[in-house]
């Protein structure tokens, strides 16, 4: 048993769709949430940029004494998870991992999408992964950058998201995919418009769920559970104009009110 919180990162506050459903499955747990909004978006850059960001925001909480980090962004789990694990006192988790095995479990034709950013789809960690587990598996993967602004702006079933996603999956439709895997924290929101148009008998595979899934079972093999009858959920961001509030709380709905903290991460 350990009530130390649970310390929750993202290159913006996307992984906030990854908290809720922590809080969700794991309800007696304290949580920090630390997103990195006056560096956002991580998706377009290099690897050694986001692997620097990256360490920086897991310095943060690990200050704080949590007694476990969750990488709630698919492109740093993509391309620094290893640096971030190496440089941990604390166990790590994150998203790809979780996602992979739902995939690999649910496909039945071996043929899966993967959606993320660019930096996520260029890096082929998803790719390698899935044919770790399933090495007849054909992987599909699509690079779909216009996802996170129609996110944030609030655009997650209209005509434009529509657009964009017709255009962006059509090649995952011709392929035939039978899962697809929603690679980045935001794409759950666009979760009606993709599966309209993926059709219903594709399974979409959301990573804010698997991880925490994912998460419960370390935390009990590794005796690392809480049970705080008060949790505290503590949020913090890097640069929080008026419109981070705002997506903030598309992300994770009242809860958040009046609790997003800026910070500094030379504190
Ligand atoms: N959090 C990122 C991800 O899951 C999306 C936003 C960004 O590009 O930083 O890949």
């Known amino acids: 048993?350990?009530?130390?919180?649970?310390?929750?990162?993202?290159?913006?506050?996307?992984?906030?769709?990854?908290?809720?459903?922590?809080?969700?499955?794991?309800?007696?747990?304290?949580?920090?949430?630390?997103?990195?909004?006056?560096?956002?978006?991580?998706?377009?850059?290099?690897?050694?940029?986001?692997?620097?960001?990256?360490?920086?925001?897991?310095?943060?909480?690990?200050?704080?004494?949590?007694?476990?980090l969750v990488v709630a962004c698919n492109t740093i789990s993509a391309v620094a998870y290893d640096a971030i694990k190496n440089s941990s006192p604390v166990p790590i988790i994150g998203v790809i991992t979780p996602a992979v095995i739902q995939a690999s479990r649910v496909s039945k034709n071996g043929k899966i999408g993967v959606i993320g950013t660019v930096g996520t789809i260029k890096s082929d960690t998803y790719g390698k992964l899935i044919r770790v587990l399933n090495p007849d598996a054909e992987v599909y993967s699509v690079a779909c950058?216009?996802?996170?602004?129609?996110?944030?702006?609030g655009f997650a079933n209209n005509l434009i998201s529509e657009l964009a996603t017709q255009e962006y999956l059509k090649s995952l439709k011709k392929a035939k995919v039978d899962t697809l895997i929603l690679g980045c924290t935001h794409y759950p929101i666009l979760y009606k418009?993709?599966?309209?148009?993926?059709?219903?008998?594709?399974?979409?595979?959301?990573?804010?769920?698997t991880t925490a899934e994912m998460l419960e079972k370390?935390?009990?093999?590794?005796?690392?559970?809480?049970?705080?009858?008060?949790?505290?959920?503590?949020?913090?961001?890097?640069?929080?104009?008026?419109?981070?509030?705002?997506?903030?709380?598309?992300?994770?709905?009242?809860?958040?009110?009046?609790?997003?903290?800026?910070?500094?991460?030379?504190?």
Not at 41 to 64: C, H, M, N, V, W
Not at 145 to 153: D, G, S
Not at 240 to 263: C, D, M, W
């Open 1 to 68: 048993m350990n009530n130390n919180p649970i310390g929750v990162f993202d290159s913006g506050i996307g992984g906030l769709t990854v908290v809720k459903a922590i809080t969700e499955k794991l309800p007696h747990e304290s949580i920090i949430y630390l997103g990195d909004t006056a560096r956002v978006p991580y998706g377009t850059r290099s690897k050694e940029i986001i692997t620097k960001f990256a360490l920086d925001l897991a310095q943060f909480l690990i200050k704080r004494k949590v007694k476990f």
């Open 145 to 153: 950058p216009l996802f996170v602004p129609l996110a944030e702006e």
């Open 193 to 209: 418009v993709i599966q309209r148009e993926m059709g219903n008998r594709v399974n979409l595979v959301d990573s804010s769920h």
């Open 218 to 267: 370390r935390l009990k093999n590794l005796k690392l559970l809480g049970n705080n009858t008060h949790p505290k959920w503590e949020f913090y961001v890097t640069d929080a104009p008026e419109r981070v509030y705002q997506v903030a709380g598309r992300f994770f709905g009242e809860a958040l009110n009046g609790k997003l903290k800026k910070i500094s991460l030379s504190e």
